[in-house]
């Protein structure tokens, strides 16, 4: 069963590099939709390894994306949908494998007919919309996305496999909150990886990350580094605000955003606290 | 700030021998006592002559993208090398680092200390016949005002 799930680990991402390398707006929404719908599987099958007691980890092969033709992702991707449906069989739960199954027919049926397109997203162009950003604050941008893209989906990980592993209602309606907000990050970031022809697969976490053992000092750390996170957004919005008062700005709304986080994290903090509970 | 150019977003894109080896005949691990980051280094390796020699390398890092530019070119050269090669690598990339700021030569220092780690790991497994992991904790800082005096050897 850990073999589905790994599997089904990479198909989800691979599904969501697709949909920022296509341009094509109804076959970027349609990717979009099918890597949430496979994350979901890959939670639903997460809870399955749990509820059996079977161990587990985010292990997963890296997962080469570099085409020039979508067609050529695509029939990557179908053919991990394949390899996928061959494997649910191993599944223990039915009602579960038949659900994936359906789904991923679907998927199969809609990327056959998906029309091919050029791929830009790895030209290494490092030029954002019409935006000229200066040598330096293209470096520092090209920095900042790489680092971010692996950092949010460290996160998504991170508070993913916390949720998964607690019964408290409290800390998962915030557990939630924060994969949504990291996933909306790493979607932004991605596009801009994209289209900046710079976009890679963020690497495979070390499962000291997420297996934590002490969930209070990972969010009293956690807190100090999205204080950090805000006041790197607030330099590189400084850095291209006389460039681009459209990119300024959005580093401005990212830094705001990580207020809301923090105020989350202490919550959770205080509840954890408050509860004497810990991993 | 480093310079980045094309083969830099390359490894950034696809870090080369980024995971793990599973049952590796040694690992290795690099270590920032400062902020906590770590490489780890997993070597597979077959005595070829008087020496040994890298057959296989992987690397994972809890650390910045730096390190794992780093790593993923420092392995890259370490792949398919004898030891004694892989200790002049080790040792020139040291050397490299002694003109570079502190931050940036942090970076590397960690990956080229836990190949050395990875290396002498294994010589000590093979002389002791008990598995040793080693920890080398790296003397840069990625702090420029702030330095650590010398290189500590612990056992896992």
Redesign the interface.
């Known amino acids: 069963m850990t073999k589905v799930f790994v599997k089904v680990h990479e198909l989800w991402l691979e599904m969501l590099m697709a949909s920022f390398m296509s341009q094509n707006l109804e076959s970027k929404r349609n990717l979009n939709d099918f890597s949430d719908i496979l994350f979901r599987h890959f939670t639903w099958i997460e809870r399955l390894l749990i509820k059996e007691g079977i161990e587990y980890d985010y292990n997963r092969d890296q997962i080469p994306i570099k085409v020039e033709n979508l067609k050529v992702i695509l029939q990557d991707l179908m053919r991990r949908i394949n390899e996928v449906l061959l494997m649910l069989a191993l599944l223990s739960d039915d009602a579960l494998a038949n659900r994936i199954k359906t789904d991923l027919e679907y998927m199969l049926f809609v990327l056959e007919k998906m029309p091919d397109e050029k791929v830009t997203a790895f030209n290494m162009n490092r030029k954002y919309k019409n935006i000229t950003l200066s040598d330096e604050a293209t470096d520092a941008f090209t920095l900042f996305l790489f680092e971010e893209s692996y950092k949010e989906y460290e996160l998504i990980m991170i508070y993913n496999y916390l949720k998964a592993h607690s019964n408290e209602d409290y800390l998962n309606k915030i557990f939630q909150i924060l994969v949504d907000e990291s996933f909306f990050h790493l979607k932004n970031f991605g596009e801009m990886m994209a289209q900046m022809g710079i976009l890679g697969v963020p690497r495979v976490i070390h499962k000291s990350l997420y297996q934590i053992e002490d969930v209070v000092e990972f969010l009293k750390n956690g807190i100090d580094e999205e204080l950090a996170a805000k006041e790197e957004c607030k330099n590189l919005s400084k850095a291209v605000a006389k460039d681009s008062i459209e990119l300024a700005k959005f580093f401005d709304f990212i830094n705001y955003q990580e207020n809301y986080h923090i105020a989350l994290m202490k919550d959770a903090l205080q509840y954890y606290e408050n509860k004497g509970l810990n991993v | ?4 150019d ?1 083969e830099l ?1 390359a490894h ?4 080369h021998n ?3 080896i599973e049952n590796a005949d040694s690992i290795g691990i690099g270590k920032n006592p400062q902020n906590g980051e ?1 490489v ?1 280094v997993y070597i597979n390796a077959v005595k070829k002559d008087n020496d040994f020699m890298i057959e296989d390398i992987a690397f ?3 650390a ?3 390190t ?1 530019v780093a790593g993923s070119i420092i392995t890259n050269e370490a792949k398919g090398v004898s030891f004694e090669m892989a200790r002049d690598l080790i040792a020139t990339t040291l050397g490299l680092l002694e003109n570079v700021p502190p931050e940036e030569a942090a970076c590397s220092e960690i990956v080229a200390l836990a190949l050395q780690a990875a290396i002498d790991g294994f010589l000590e497994t093979l002389k002791s016949g008990k598995k040793q992991t080693l920890i080398y904790k790296i003397k840069q800082s990625c702090s420029p005002n702030k330095e650590f005096n010398a290189v500590e050897k612990d056992e896992k």
């Open positions: 700030m480093v310079q980045i094309s977003i950034m894109q696809n870090p980024y995971g793990r770590e780890i994972e890092a809890i910045c993208m730096t794992v």
